[in-house]
Structure formats: structure tokens, C-alpha cells
């Protein structure tokens, strides 16, 4: 056999193993996807990954531009609607959230409160119970209101509606604590209120006298928290809360403006759990609010369900959980969608990464040897030999 035909040989068993390494690599590529458990799609609309009929759940949106956020909330809130939720936006200062709502919904369709639209009121339309109850409920450390408070708050409410007035929020945070009984004493004498209304109310604030600081103290806080967005007495006829605008079948937005005003966020999740309790199904999206700024948040985190779908959005949610792994991990496990973007903190990637999971990466590793011989005559040797090695790799 001549030289050129060895050449021949030994390059043919040269390209026959190469071809060998590249099938055995493609192999090793697909298996690395199939076991990724990744779908890859063509470019898309954000908007297309909702579906109108799909069932809602947690979802978190998390990373990446503010706008890609928005419109990922506003197609949330649009299924929702379709599906007969009712939905409750909590912000910070999102002008961007309110525009795209509004843009998208129709302003007749939402109802926004902020600094420019101050028309929000906790208290209007609610019965003495409801109110005395919602307080209590959104106390939070350093402002609690122990039981007999709420003897307190019912005298406060039956004197007002004694004199043929609808309670109000302003009205509780403005009392005149000292000189209450005096008040009620010189309402009877002028024939305002009866006796035995006077008696009734005041035997109300007595069995109630011992929180009246505490009660004083909650509203002083909640009025310096809430200020910016709550009613006053010549908007009443425009005010509104989460039970008034979920009953007209419209959207309740919301900027509590800072995640350090804890009673005013508490009092908005505690008005979602009287509709909760009435049977109503609720998206409640929460847009670059801390967990920890409220005690309530943490637990309607807790319990949110099917009844509850709790939207988180932030350009980083893992951030928004304070680091606490155990809330965090519990909400994205019961989480039915997220979508995660660019994060600026390789710890929250990770925190993410590992959420997503692992996977056995198959790699292939190859060894090759080329020998010369000219003893005799011209011969060229090649061997070459391949090993699979498995390994755990994040998605």
C-alpha cells in the first residue's frame, strides 16, 4: 500500500471520529435541554404570556425596566377582571403604574388615589362594629389598642350618628378626647341627643377610657401617615375605600407614597380581608413595598390563596422579603407565574437560581494521540477516546 493511500486511511479515520464527537455532542446538547425542562419561544409580547381564561395566582414580576413590569401588572389586572376578581394596587409613588392602568382600563374604570386625588376614606359607608373592628385589626407594635378600646371607638361612633351625622375618618382623628363626656353631657342638655342615648355613649367611652390613649396615639400616627391621600370633610361626596370601589366594580389603586407608613398600609390590607371574609376573590398587587413595613402584609403573605392572588412586583423581590428565605420561598412555591429580568444583585440572582433548580449537565471530555513512523515505512497513527462526565449545573 502506497503512502498517499495510507494518508487517505488515516484521514478518513480522522474525519469518521470527528463526526462521531460532533453526533455524540448534539446528543449531549439535546439531553442537556430536554433535562433543563426549558421552552424556548420566538420574541414576544410581554402580554402574551397571560392567557384571559388562566387560572390566577401568586405572581411575581421581579427585575428588568419598570414599563416591562407595568404592563405585566396591567395584563394581570385585565384577566382578573375578565374572571370577576376584584383587584386592590398598592404602590409607591408608581406614576408609571398609575398611567398604565388607567391608559389601559379606562379612568372611569379605576378609582386613583394619591397626593392629587385625596379621596380616600377607611371609615365612610362602614357600621360602628366594622370601623371599631378595622382599627383594632391595623394596630401594629408600638400603636396596639387592646379589646376594651373598642368600647371607646363605639361611644366615638354612636355620638356621631347620634347627632345625625355619617361617620367619618377625620372626625375620629380631630376627637376631643378630653372633653368628650362634656360634649355629650352639653349635646343632651341642648336636646341634640336624648338621655338615655347621652347614658348609653357614656357609659361606652368609660368602659373604654383605659385605651383612650392608645386610640389617640393610633390616630395622630395614621393621620401623619395617611395625610397625602385621606379625604376631607368638603370631598366627602367623592370619598371612597376598598369595600365602596370593589362594590361599584372598579379598580382601588392606591400610593401609600412609603413603606414606613405601616397603619395606613395595614389598614388597606385589613379593608381586602373584610372582602375576603364576605366571599369576594381579590387580586391585590403590591408594587415596591417592603414585607416587613406591615405586619398585616406578612400575614395575607401567609394565607394567600385562591381566594387572595398576591401579586408582588419590584426590580428586586427577593429584596422586597428582607432576606427572610422562609417567606420567600413559601411564596414563590405557591406562586402559579414569574417573571424574572435583569438583577442588579448576584445574591438575589442566586436566591432566584435556585428557586428555578437544578439539572444533570452531561459534558464530554476528549483525549486524542498522534504518533509518526518512519521506520520502514511512511505511517501515521491517531487514537482518540471520549469520557461522559455528569454534573449538577443551575437552569
Same mark, same amino acid.
Given at each position: 500500500?502506497?503512502?498517499?493511500?495510507?494518508?487517505?486511511?488515516?484521514?478518513?479515520?480522522?474525519?469518521?471520529?470527528?463526526?462521531?464527537?460532533?453526533?455524540?455532542?448534539?446528543?449531549?446538547?439535546?439531553?442537556?435541554?430536554?433535562?433543563?425542562?426549558?421552552?424556548?419561544?420566538?420574541?414576544?409580547?410581554?402580554?402574551?404570556?397571560?392567557?384571559?381564561?388562566?387560572?390566577?395566582?401568586?405572581?411575581?414580576?421581579?427585575?428588568?425596566?419598570?414599563?416591562?413590569?407595568?404592563?405585566?401588572?396591567?395584563?394581570?389586572?385585565?384577566?382578573?377582571?375578565?374572571?370577576?376578581?376584584?383587584?386592590?394596587?398598592?404602590?409607591?409613588?408608581?406614576?408609571?403604574?398609575?398611567?398604565?392602568?388607567?391608559?389601559?382600563?379606562?379612568?372611569?374604570?379605576?378609582?386613583?388615589?394619591?397626593?392629587?386625588?385625596?379621596?380616600?376614606?377607611?371609615?365612610?359607608?362602614?357600621?360602628?362594629?366594622?370601623?371599631?373592628?378595622?382599627?383594632?385589626?391595623?394596630?401594629?407594635?408600638?400603636?396596639?389598642?387592646?379589646?376594651?378600646?373598642?368600647?371607646?371607638?363605639?361611644?366615638?361612633?354612636?355620638?356621631?350618628?347620634?347627632?345625625?351625622?355619617?361617620?367619618?375618618?377625620?372626625?375620629?382623628?380631630?376627637?376631643?378626647?378630653?372633653?368628650?363626656?362634656?360634649?355629650?353631657?352639653?349635646?343632651?342638655?341642648?336636646?341634640?341627643?336624648?338621655?338615655?342615648?347621652?347614658?348609653?355613649?357614656?357609659?361606652?367611652?368609660?368602659?373604654?377610657?383605659?385605651? +383612650?390613649?392608645?386610640?389617640?396615639?393610633?390616630?395622630?400616627?395614621?393621620?401623619?401617615?395617611?395625610?397625602?391621600?385621606?379625604?376631607?370633610?368638603?370631598?366627602?361626596? +367623592?370619598?371612597?375605600?376598598?369595600?365602596?370601589?370593589?362594590?361599584?366594580?372598579?379598580?382601588?389603586?392606591?400610593?401609600?407614597?412609603?413603606?414606613?407608613?405601616?397603619?395606613?398600609?395595614?389598614?388597606?390590607?385589613?379593608?381586602? %380581608?373584610?372582602?375576603? @371574609? +364576605?366571599?369576594?376573590?381579590?387580586?391585590?398587587?403590591?408594587?415596591?413595598?417592603?414585607?416587613?413595613?406591615?405586619?398585616?402584609?406578612?400575614?395575607?403573605?401567609?394565607? @394567600?390563596?385562591?381566594?387572595?392572588?398576591?401579586?408582588?412586583?419590584?426590580?428586586?423581590?427577593?429584596?422586597?422579603?428582607?432576606?427572610?428565605?422562609?417567606?420567600?420561598?413559601?411564596?414563590?412555591?405557591?406562586?402559579?407565574?414569574?417573571?424574572?429580568?435583569?438583577?442588579?444583585?448576584?445574591?438575589?440572582?442566586?436566591?432566584?437560581?435556585?428557586?428555578?433548580?437544578?439539572?444533570?449537565?452531561?459534558?464530554?471530555?476528549?483525549?486524542?494521540?498522534?504518533?509518526?513512523?518512519?521506520?520502514?515505512?511512511? %505511517?501515521? %497513527?491517531?487514537?482518540?477516546?471520549?469520557?461522559?462526565?455528569?454534573?449538577?449545573?443551575?437552569?
Amino acid at each position: 500500500m502506497g503512502e498517499n493511500s495510507l494518508e487517505l486511511l488515516g484521514l478518513a479515520a480522522a474525519l469518521i471520529n470527528n463526526h462521531r464527537t460532533k453526533k455524540a455532542l448534539r446528543r449531549l446538547q439535546q439531553e442537556n435541554m430536554a433535562n433543563q425542562g426549558i421552552t424556548h419561544y420566538q420574541p414576544s409580547q410581554i402580554e402574551a404570556f397571560f392567557e384571559d381564561g388562566e387560572q390566577l395566582g401568586n405572581m411575581a414580576f421581579s427585575g428588568g425596566e419598570n414599563g416591562h413590569r407595568v404592563r405585566s401588572i396591567v395584563r394581570t389586572i385585565e384577566c382578573a377582571c375578565i374572571q370577576g376578581y376584584g383587584v386592590v394596587v398598592l404602590h409607591c409613588a408608581n406614576q408609571s403604574l398609575e398611567q398604565g392602568i388607567v391608559h389601559y382600563l379606562g379612568s372611569s374604570n379605576v378609582s386613583v388615589i394619591n397626593h392629587s386625588n385625596r379621596i380616600y376614606d377607611p371609615f365612610w359607608g362602614l357600621t360602628n362594629s366594622d370601623i371599631s373592628r378595622l382599627v383594632l385589626s391595623s394596630t401594629s407594635k408600638g400603636y396596639e389598642i387592646n379589646a376594651p378600646g373598642r368600647y371607646y371607638l363605639d361611644g366615638i361612633s354612636d355620638f356621631i350618628r347620634a347627632k345625625k351625622l355619617q361617620p367619618y375618618c377625620q372626625m375620629y382623628i380631630g376627637c376631643p378626647h378630653l372633653t368628650l363626656i362634656d360634649k355629650v353631657n352639653d349635646a343632651e342638655t341642648k336636646g341634640i341627643i336624648s338621655s338615655n342615648e347621652a347614658r348609653i355613649i357614656i357609659s361606652e367611652i368609660m368602659q373604654g377610657e383605659i385605651e +383612650r390613649g392608645n386610640i389617640e396615639r393610633f390616630f395622630t400616627n395614621f393621620s401623619m401617615q395617611s395625610g397625602a391621600v385621606l379625604s376631607a370633610k368638603a370631598d366627602l361626596c +367623592r370619598a371612597t375605600n376598598i369595600g365602596i370601589t370593589i362594590g361599584q366594580n372598579r379598580i382601588f389603586m392606591i400610593d401609600v407614597l412609603s413603606n414606613t407608613n405601616s397603619l395606613l398600609i395595614n389598614m388597606l390590607i385589613n379593608e381586602v %380581608g373584610s372582602l375576603l @371574609s +364576605r366571599g369576594y376573590r381579590v387580586l391585590f398587587v403590591v408594587d415596591n413595598i417592603q414585607l416587613l413595613s406591615s405586619e398585616a402584609l406578612q400575614a395575607l403573605n401567609e394565607r @394567600s390563596g385562591s381566594g387572595c392572588c398576591l401579586v408582588f412586583s419590584s426590580d428586586d423581590v427577593y429584596a422586597s422579603f428582607g432576606g427572610n428565605d422562609n417567606a420567600f420561598f413559601s411564596f414563590i412555591g405557591k406562586a402559579s407565574k414569574a417573571v424574572i429580568s435583569k438583577h442588579s444583585s448576584a445574591y438575589s440572582c442566586q436566591k432566584w437560581s435556585d428557586i428555578i433548580g437544578s439539572y444533570d449537565k452531561h459534558e464530554i471530555s476528549n483525549t486524542y494521540a498522534q504518533n509518526t513512523n518512519y521506520f520502514g515505512r511512511w %505511517g501515521l %497513527g491517531s487514537t482518540q477516546s471520549a469520557n461522559v462526565n455528569v454534573k449538577r449545573e443551575n437552569i
